[in-house]
């Protein structure tokens, strides 16, 4: 399996972005995407995730209200949604994929991980 994430850049405090993350090769219903990120000087922390069957969600309190995480079955693609974006979310967004529908919040349980895309809120 690969996953290719992108949509990163640079905006400004209160502006948008969308993160894409597709998955090729072998795929199934049950599994499990999360969204993590890494700023500069911390470590990887957990964003948002989604389960595969059954779609159901979960959040970091620190993006609730403000970030949405969703999926194209057909596409093999999960996105996230940033909006009302703050300087506190400037990292490296790392989308992962794990085997078994849990989304966990700890990325040592996930089996597979995109490149990162960087995303920078600065005015």
């Known amino acids: 399996v690969q996953l290719q994430a992108s949509g990163g850049g640079a905006v400004q405090p209160g502006g948008a972005l969308r993160l894409s993350c597709v998955a090729s090769?072998?795929?199934?219903?049950?599994?499990?995407t999360g969204w993590f990120r890494r700023a500069p000087g911390k470590e990887r922390e957990f964003v948002a995730g989604?389960?595969?069957?059954?779609?159901?969600?979960y959040y970091a309190d620190s993006v609730k209200g403000r970030f949405t995480i969703s999926k194209n079955s057909a596409k093999n693609t999960v996105y996230l949604q940033m909006n009302s974006l703050e300087p506190e979310d400037t990292a490296v967004y790392y989308c992962?994929?794990?085997?078994?529908?849990?989304?966990?919040?700890?990325?040592?349980?996930?089996?597979?991980w995109g490149q990162g895309t960087e995303v920078t809120v600065s005015s």
């Open positions: 989604i389960r595969w069957s059954g779609g159901n969600t």
């Open positions: 992962g994929l794990r085997w078994g529908s849990t989304v966990h919040r700890t990325s040592q349980l996930y089996n597979y």
């Open positions: 090769g072998r795929t199934t219903n049950d599994a499990a």
